[in-house]
């Protein structure tokens, strides 16, 4: 067994929940190291750029929040953080540099107004995804955010899902414009449709074994199953009772569910689940979604006559906390108090009606939010990077405005639309690797010196037809990227992404691949107009 399998025989992650009044009084380096790693189970993670300072992970079903609870979160990290706040791609909330000593107010805060962080990292179910605007269009297939509640309901706080072999990620929505990297979830719900003597029945596909750690994409297989709304929390339950007792544990880095399903192959997967529910389930229903992508940032009509949600660009998923506690304000003012965290760093106010939705446009805070934004800014997401996690190998953040911003000014805003995501590490917490353009950070020595470089890669996708991604470019430092991207981008086309070669249009109309000389790094090939 691995470590971690061993502190978990030891101790229950859960059970750490009572040790941390304790902590609270003795202070983080009284904390032993097994603690340390159970805290996660609780949403804590001690930071090695932050030392004695806490990371708190906050689940958001659904991304689905109030204002009072946003509200909440900004108080909490003006008061006992730093003020730092990142919406991240799995729709949660990271509040930074709160002190061992503050967490017990911190929970206790959190949980007046619904909130909890439990099971945010290390071996659980991780916060489960949805479409940011179910419930509120005309288009989608199925209103999934009951089915969000009631899964989250059963499996956080369940010890028997408490103790999984890795890290578990899904997914379920019946949107039909692909806003949520589905094929890259260890369990996915998609929406589908069955055509029988009865008539039309609605309801999803079954896709496992997806991620994006753990070496790399693997696109998820589907189980060809199709499941009925009422099914899926039964379903759900089955495939992490065979994920928990089947799951590899010997080794972290091949534990995913990914690995399981490699292993077994999917007909055995499918198999093992009907035994476990007790009766055959019908084969996948046609594949409801779209080839179109609805980020869901702009002002769209809600199903609700009169009533309309706007979609707010976060930039890279930071913000202050008197910026949030603004948008909560916001929400008020101009909705119901609702908003919707989305998985690419963005905010959704709904139920803004009519007569409104003009005046909110014009409101100051949405010159620094917009709902318009450009192409480039608009598809751009990042990982947190280096300056809180340890894992980073670069800072990613700052880095990924200042490269968009200094592309727009060599190319200006009259591009294609183009997903551009960051990750400083291979954990691929930017989803680098299902993106039109996915930079992954590294460190390389150019004369004699360490600096910050990325790898590129082009042409990944989730959806009806995934892809994974092919690598460009490696070793490409930081300070010349945006030069670089600048040479890449006037040709984007996605269907042209997904190539072994990128290439270059010369000013003669002919079209190769251009190589620069090596002037920045002997292991660096850079593309030149």
């Known amino acids: 067994m691995n470590k971690v399998e061993v502190l978990k025989l030891e101790k229950d992650g859960l059970d750490v929940r009572e040790d ?53 979160l900004a108080e909490v990290s003006s008061s006992f953080g730093n003020g730092v706040i990142d919406v991240t791609t ?10 061992i000593e503050d967490v017990p107010e911190v929970f206790k805060r959190l949980d007046e107004v619904g909130l909890w962080s439990l099971q945010t990292g290390m071996d659980n179910v991780r916060n489960i995804m949805t479409c940011p605007a179910t419930g509120l269009t005309s288009s989608e297939l199925i209103d999934t955010a009951p089915l969000v509640r009631s899964l989250t309901e059963e499996i956080v706080g369940n010890r028997a899902y408490s103790n999984l072999p890795r890290k578990f990620n899904m ?8 806003c949520l990297h589905l094929e890259t979830q260890d369990l996915a719900f ?19 074994g997806g991620k994006l750690g753990s070496g790399g994409y693997r696109i998820a297989s589907s189980l060809d199953m199709f499941v009925k709304p009422s099914e899926v929390l039964r379903v759900t339950c089955a495939i992490l009772e065979i994920y928990r007792d089947h799951g590899f544990r010997e080794s972290r880095n091949t534990a995913r569910l990914a690995f399981l399903v490699d292993r077994w192959g999917e007909e055995r997967f499918r198999i093992e689940v009907e035994n476990r529910l007790g009766r055959p389930y019908a084969h996948a229903g046609n594949d409801a979604r779209k080839k179109s992508v609805n980020d869901h940032m702009g002002v769209f009509r809600q199903k609700s006559l009169g009533l309309n949600y706007i979609g707010l660009k976060i930039p890279v998923g930071r913000i202050n906390a008197g910026d949030l506690l603004k948008i909560a304000q916001l929400s008020e003012t101009y909705g119901t108090g609702e908003l919707r965290l989305a998985h690419n760093q963005a905010i959704v106010i709904p139920n803004v009606a009519d007569r409104k939705i003009g005046d909110l446009t014009e409101e100051p805070l949405l010159q620094r939010y917009v709902y318009n934004p450009t192409p480039i800014q608009k598809g751009l997401v990042s990982c947190v990077g280096n300056d809180y996690c340890n894992l ?8 990924a405005i200042e490269t968009a911003k200094k592309i727009e000014a060599k190319l200006g805003t009259d591009l294609k639309p183009i997903t551009m995501h960051w990750s400083g590490c291979p954990a691929s917490c930017g989803n680098h690797l299902v993106a039109d353009v996915g930079l992954i950070g590294k460190k390389v020595k150019v004369k004699g010196e360490i600096i910050e470089a990325v790898d590129i890669y082009v042409g990944g996708r989730s959806g009806p037809d995934p892809k994974p991604s092919t690598k460009l470019l490696e070793d490409v430092p930081c300070d010349v990227l945006p030069d670089v991207l600048s040479g890449i981008l006037p040709y984007h086309a996605r269907h042209k992404m997904h190539q072994s070669k990128l290439r270059v249009p010369k000013a ?18 850079v593309l030149c107009k």
């Open 171 to 178: 997914a379920i929505t019946g949107c039909l414009e692909n």
């Open 508 to 525: 003669s109309g002919k079209s190769e691949l251009v190589k620069c000389h090596q002037n920045h790094s002997s292991q660096s090939t």
């Open 392 to 399: 980073a190998v670069i800072e990613t953040k700052s880095r």
């Open 190 to 208: 998609v929406p589908a449709t069955v055509q029988d003597k009865g008539g039309m029945t609605t309801g999803f596909n079954v896709f496992v």
């Open 20 to 72: 941390i009044d304790r902590f609270a009084k003795t202070g983080w380096e009284s904390i032993e190291d097994a603690d340390i790693q159970r805290l996660k189970w609780m949403g804590l993670f001690l930071r090695s750029p932050t030392p004695g300072h806490f990371m708190v992970r906050v689940r958001i079903p659904g991304g689905s929040a109030t204002s009072a609870q946003l509200r909440t």
């Open 90 to 99: 799995r729709q949660q909330i990271q509040l930074r540099h709160l002190t």
